[in-house]
């Protein structure tokens, strides 16, 4: 499929789409005028997809400085009257929280969704909060998916709830969804309007205490009615098997009941709950009816099970509910059938034989690390290097969320504390303040612009004294590669002012600035020595783009990087210290470079003590035969 | 009907997203359900990468431990690390071809004989198709079209739920142009090899 089929395939063809792409066509289909995000997995495709559409599509999409930003932007289209798509992971909510809170109370005029990527299992995250709780803080609709197409379809009713109630719609996914494929059935695509007007009407879009006031009693009004909605809400369907025993679901773990209650043909009432904020207690009770027990199964927090618990107590009705607060099933992680179908069993009372491992090898772990030439591991191998040069043993390297966080893995070592992005610089300050060990910090570019700046200012203010590194490789590389500030490129594709890190750090009042290309180690280690014998705070800007940018030109095209066996001793600074995945030891012991992973990036060519590896010019017509 | 489980592991970069994108499209365009579960984002940077795909009737991505009816691994230690994935019924198709964790020489346990990791997978499935699918690839014109000859390996399966046609329709939808030749040459490769020595 090209990418641009989503946009161009008519109504009631299929694709077979992702989750993160099938919220792009329900955004399409909806009308959307304008969208935003700080790219984030597992949301990060729908950012992507915008990228490439938006400006045939004729819509505006951007990706923000940061998730507040991003919220920002489509509060105030939506309140222009425009449906405005914002969508980020989980933790990027918490960036928005402060903003989401107060478009809670202003409400919108036209259509907002907010799609929250969460991601239970944390493959690509910080943590595995539970989203679900921001609808009940903020009090706000809340629908979950369990399939991309019902992604796509609950983005348009999400829009009509939006309007009809004149609030924002939280949208839940999960990374079993979000990162799903699936056949999808599409609808006709709805022509957006490209610009709102923007009516004032302050008592309603300014939250002073005595509007808010206001605003606060209205929110909870429109969401008692919402509550009537979500009762008899199609979305929230109950399964009849006849049974006497429940199972109350949401979301990806629907999937896992179904496909258990399926295969075993077990016989239980099954209740898929969608639109489950306001919580819709009186289908819940009429579900319950007939039931003497009930099994909650949801990712990752109990919310349903404390709500259905709430109902149960409420109505004091004399029926077990099981779920997470029982141990029945696991308090943490992504489910999968075979914990679905471990919950049921343990709720029958029936004895589950343990699964036993089919291997008994001990199998090496697989560790993800930075790329064949990714100028990351040149600057951790050069700073490491300066400060042991200058007898500083004791250093923490607070660090942030990138690919650079891969520093934590062995021989690197060079994260020692993560909070959330940005809070290298500002536990950078604590540290400094704290302690009298050395601190150096890693930032990337994009984390930077997100959320380096404030606490970069908190430092030279305070007067901390530390080392901070921005290993500014012209991308936001995890997620894919997206655009930031720094570059002179928009999430549309169009040229943009590009804003010079150096200039931005200055202006934060550093006076110690330095920009390396990492991949010179020599004159990198001697930046990273005067910045360590600096007092106060010392930025050193490592500058050279990630390997995996897209049509980047290949460097060193005629040349092959090997190792010369007779000066190579076998001192294993390459394999041990540098680490780099295109360097191994072969079967006879000797050091060996694999041609085809190798980016030439000579690093290991400067720092092999023995200069035993060498750059080598190939014969050009060679290099072609071998094409 | 229970769905046909297709798990695909191997190590980030070596083209299993595309390879199960392509089976998917031409499950769809065979006119039956699929639905396929991966995982993105970090997981990439040369660490293990796995998908899993449903073909029938099926809710989640999800496969069951054991109800595993093709594994298709791309690396060898990785059809290792699948194997609570796979039944006695089961086929594998295993590329012989091996990457070695950048930080080998670190870790605790060390990096299994090819032999002993055929032997255990033979052990307890029903049949282990073991093929140099880089080789292979090579031979086809290119290295990247390794993920074809596996595929071709796959379509070669008996019981395998999308006929080969298909397929290779799907593989001229998403794959470039001008790389078509070459993938092509490496997926009837693999096809071929498979059929050979089942």
Same mark, same amino acid.
């Given at each position: 499929?090209?990418?641009?089929?989503?946009?161009?395939?008519?109504?009631?063809?299929?694709?077979?789409?992702?989750?993160?792409?099938?919220?792009?066509?329900?955004?399409?289909?909806?009308?959307?005028?304008?969208?935003?995000?700080?790219?984030?997995?597992?949301?990060?495709?729908?950012?992507?997809?915008?990228?490439?559409?938006?400006?045939?599509?004729?819509?505006?999409?951007?990706?923000?400085?940061?998730?507040?930003?991003?919220?920002?932007?489509?509060?105030?289209?939506?309140?222009?009257?425009?449906?405005?798509?914002?969508?980020?992971?989980?933790?990027?909510?918490?960036?928005?929280?402060?903003?989401?809170?107060?478009?809670?109370?202003?409400?919108?005029?036209?259509?907002?969704? %907010?799609?929250?990527?969460?991601?239970?299992?944390?493959?690509?995250?910080?943590?595995?909060?539970?989203?679900?709780?921001?609808?009940?803080?903020?009090?706000?609709?809340?629908?979950?998916?369990?399939?991309?197409?019902?992604?796509?379809?609950?983005?348009?009713?999400?829009?009509?709830?939006?309007?009809?109630?004149?609030?924002?719609?939280?949208?839940?996914?999960?990374?079993?969804?979000?990162?799903?494929?699936?056949?999808?059935?599409?609808?006709?695509?709805?022509?957006?309007?490209?610009?709102?007007?923007?009516?004032?009407?302050?008592?309603?879009?300014?939250?002073?205490?005595?509007?808010?006031?206001?605003?606060?009693?209205?929110?909870?009004?429109?969401?008692?009615?919402?509550?009537?909605?979500?009762?008899?809400?199609?979305?929230?369907?109950?399964?009849?098997?006849?049974? +006497?025993?429940?199972?109350?679901?949401?979301?990806?773990?629907?999937?896992?009941?179904?496909?258990?209650?399926?295969?075993?043909?077990?016989?239980?009432?099954?209740?898929?709950?969608?639109?489950?904020?306001?919580?819709?207690?009186?289908?819940?009770?009429?579900?319950?009816?007939?039931?003497?027990?009930?099994?909650?199964?949801?990712?990752?927090?109990?919310?349903?099970?404390?709500?259905?618990?709430?109902?149960?107590?409420?109505?004091?009705?004399?029926?077990?509910?099981?779920?997470?607060?029982?141990?029945?099933?696991?308090?943490?992680?992504?489910?999968?059938?075979?914990?679905?179908?471990?919950?049921?069993?343990?709720?029958?009372?029936?004895?589950?034989?343990?699964?036993?491992?089919?291997?008994?090898?001990?199998?090496?772990?697989?560790?993800?690390?930075?790329?064949?030439?990714?100028?990351?591991?040149?600057?951790?191998?050069?700073?490491?290097?300066?400060?042991?040069?200058?007898?500083?043993?004791?250093?923490?390297?607070?660090?942030?969320?990138?690919?650079?966080?891969?520093?934590?893995?062995?021989?690197?070592?060079?994260?020692?504390?993560?909070?959330?992005?940005?809070?290298?610089?500002?536990?950078?300050?604590?540290?400094?303040?704290?302690?009298?060990?050395?601190?150096?910090?890693?930032?990337?570019?994009?984390?930077?612009?997100?959320?380096?700046?404030?606490?970069?200012?908190?430092?030279?203010?305070?007067?901390?004294?530390?080392?901070?590194?921005?290993?500014?490789?012209?991308?936001?590389?995890?997620?894919?590669?997206?655009?930031?500030?720094?570059?002179?490129?928009?999430?549309?594709?169009?040229?943009?002012?590009?804003?010079?890190?150096?200039?931005?750090?200055?202006?934060?009042?550093?006076?110690?600035?330095?920009?390396?290309?990492?991949?010179?180690?020599?004159?990198?280690?001697?930046?990273?020595?005067?910045?360590?014998?600096?007092?106060?705070?010392?930025?050193?800007?490592?500058?050279?783009?990630?390997?995996? %940018?897209?049509?980047?030109?290949?460097?060193?095209?005629?040349?092959? %990087?090997?190792? +010369?066996?007779?000066?190579?001793?076998?001192?294993?600074?390459?394999?041990?210290?540098?680490?780099?995945?295109?360097?191994?030891?072969?079967?006879?012991?000797?050091?060996?470079?694999?041609?085809?992973?190798?980016?030439?990036?000579?690093?290991?060519?400067?720092?092999?003590?023995?200069?035993?590896?060498?750059?080598?010019? %190939?014969?050009?017509?060679?290099?072609?035969?071998?094409? | 009907?229970?769905?046909?489980?297709?798990?695909?592991?191997?190590?980030?970069?070596?083209?299993?997203? $595309?390879?199960?994108?392509?089976?998917?499209?031409?499950?769809?365009?065979?006119?039956?359900?699929?639905?396929?579960?991966?995982?993105?984002?970090?997981?990439?940077?040369?660490?293990?990468?796995?998908?899993?795909?449903?073909?029938?009737?099926?809710?989640?991505?999800?496969?069951?431990?054991?109800?595993?009816?093709?594994?298709?691994?791309?690396?060898?230690?990785?059809?290792?690390?699948?194997?609570?994935?796979?039944?006695?019924?089961?086929?594998?198709?295993?590329?012989?071809?091996?990457?070695?964790?950048?930080?080998?020489?670190?870790?605790?346990?060390?990096?299994?004989?090819?032999?002993?990791?055929?032997?255990?997978?033979?052990?307890?499935?029903? $049949?282990?198709?073991?093929?140099?699918?880089?080789?292979?690839? $090579?031979?086809?014109?290119?290295?990247?079209?390794?993920?074809?000859?596996?595929?071709?390996?796959?379509?070669?399966?008996?019981?395998?739920?999308?006929?080969?046609?298909?397929?290779?329709?799907?593989?001229?939808?998403?794959?470039?142009?001008?790389?078509?030749?070459?993938?092509?040459?490496?997926?009837?490769?693999?096809?071929?090899?498979?059929?050979?020595?089942?």
């Amino acid at each position: 499929m090209n990418i641009k089929e989503i946009l161009t395939r008519k109504e009631k063809d299929k694709l077979f789409l992702m989750g993160n792409e099938a919220a792009v066509r329900g955004a399409l289909e909806a009308g959307v005028s304008v969208a935003s995000t700080y790219p984030g997995t597992p949301s990060s495709e729908i950012g992507n997809v915008l990228s490439v559409l938006a400006e045939e599509a004729g819509m505006y999409f951007e990706f923000s400085v940061n998730e507040k930003v991003a919220l920002e932007v489509a509060a105030a289209a939506a309140a222009s009257g425009l449906r405005s798509f914002t969508f980020m992971k989980h933790v990027g909510l918490n960036v928005a929280s402060d903003s989401l809170m107060s478009v809670a109370y202003t409400g919108v005029r036209g259509g907002m969704v %907010i799609l929250t990527a969460d991601d239970p299992s944390m493959f690509s995250s910080q943590n595995e909060q539970d989203n679900r709780h921001y609808a009940r803080l903020a009090n706000l609709p809340l629908l979950e998916a369990s399939s991309p197409q019902e992604v796509k379809d609950l983005m348009k009713y999400a829009y009509q709830l939006s309007e009809e109630f004149e609030l924002p719609v939280i949208l839940r996914t999960t990374t079993r969804v979000s990162h799903m494929r699936g056949v999808v059935e599409l609808g006709p695509l709805k022509k957006a309007p490209t610009k709102g007007h923007f009516d004032k009407d302050p008592q309603r879009f300014v939250p002073v205490p005595e509007s808010a006031r206001v605003m606060h009693r209205n929110l909870v009004e429109k969401m008692a009615e919402i509550g009537v909605l979500s009762n008899n809400s199609s979305l929230n369907h109950p399964l009849s098997r006849g049974s +006497q025993v429940g199972i109350i679901t949401s979301g990806s773990a629907f999937n896992y009941v179904m496909d258990v209650v399926e295969e075993y043909n077990l016989p239980v009432n099954v209740l898929k709950i969608t639109f489950s904020h306001p919580f819709p207690e009186k289908k819940v009770l009429e579900f319950m009816d007939n039931l003497e027990m009930v099994l909650v199964v949801e990712e990752v927090d109990p919310i349903m099970e404390k709500e259905v618990l709430a109902i149960v107590g409420k109505h004091h009705l004399d029926k077990t509910v099981h779920g997470k607060l029982d141990g029945t099933l696991p308090m943490i992680y992504e489910y999968s059938p075979d914990i679905v179908l471990g919950g049921v069993g343990r709720m029958m009372g029936l004895e589950m034989p343990p699964e036993d491992d089919k291997t008994s090898l001990g199998l090496p772990k697989r560790p993800a690390t930075l790329c064949p030439g990714c100028p990351h591991r040149a600057a951790y191998f050069e700073v490491k290097k300066a400060a042991e040069e200058l007898n500083i043993t004791d250093v923490i390297f607070p660090t942030d969320i990138g690919c650079y966080t891969l520093g934590i893995e062995r021989p690197y070592q060079t994260a020692d504390y993560l909070l959330s992005m940005g809070s290298s610089i500002g536990t950078s300050c604590g540290f400094s303040k704290a302690t009298d060990q050395t601190v150096v910090s890693f930032i990337g570019d994009s984390t930077f612009f997100h959320a380096g700046i404030p606490p970069l200012l908190n430092a030279v203010h305070n007067k901390a004294n530390f080392v901070l590194v921005i290993l500014d490789n012209r991308t936001t590389a995890m997620t894919g590669g997206q655009p930031h500030p720094g570059l002179p490129i928009d999430g549309m594709g169009l040229e943009a002012p590009e804003i010079s890190i150096p200039a931005m750090v200055k202006a934060c009042g550093v006076e110690m600035v330095e920009t390396i290309n990492p991949l010179n180690v020599r004159n990198s280690r001697e930046s990273f020595k005067k910045a360590l014998q600096y007092e106060g705070v010392a930025v050193v800007i490592s500058q050279y783009p990630c390997m995996l %940018i897209k049509g980047r030109k290949e460097t060193g095209k005629n040349i092959v %990087i090997d190792v +010369q066996d007779d000066k190579c001793t076998n001192c294993d600074t390459c394999v041990l210290e540098l680490t780099c995945p295109a360097i191994y030891t072969s079967e006879d012991g000797k050091i060996r470079i694999d041609p085809l992973m190798c980016r030439k990036c000579n690093v290991c060519v400067q720092t092999c003590p023995e200069k035993a590896i060498r750059a080598k010019r %190939i014969d050009v017509e060679k290099g072609r035969n071998k094409q | 009907m229970n769905p046909y489980n297709i798990y695909i592991s191997g190590v980030g970069g070596q083209g299993i997203i $595309k390879t199960s994108v392509i089976m998917g499209e031409a499950a769809m365009q065979s006119g039956l359900s699929v639905v396929v579960g991966e995982i993105h984002g970090m997981s990439q940077r040369g660490g293990v990468v796995s998908t899993q795909m449903k073909i029938g009737d099926s809710h989640s991505p999800l496969i069951e431990e054991g109800k595993t009816d093709l594994l298709l691994a791309f690396e060898p230690l990785e059809a290792l690390r699948a194997m609570n994935m796979i039944n006695e019924d089961s086929y594998v198709v295993v590329n012989t071809s091996t990457i070695y964790p950048f930080n080998i020489r670190q870790s605790e346990h060390p990096y299994p004989e090819l032999s002993t990791m055929l032997d255990e997978l033979e052990s307890q499935a029903k $049949k282990v198709i073991a093929l140099d699918a880089d080789g292979i690839a $090579k031979g086809a014109g290119h290295i990247l079209a390794m993920n074809m000859v596996m595929l071709g390996a796959a379509a070669a399966i008996p019981g395998f739920p999308v006929d080969k046609e298909t397929i290779i329709k799907s593989m001229q939808d998403n794959l470039p142009e001008k790389s078509i030749p070459i993938n092509l040459e490496a997926f009837e490769e693999g096809f071929k090899f498979c059929l050979q020595n089942l």
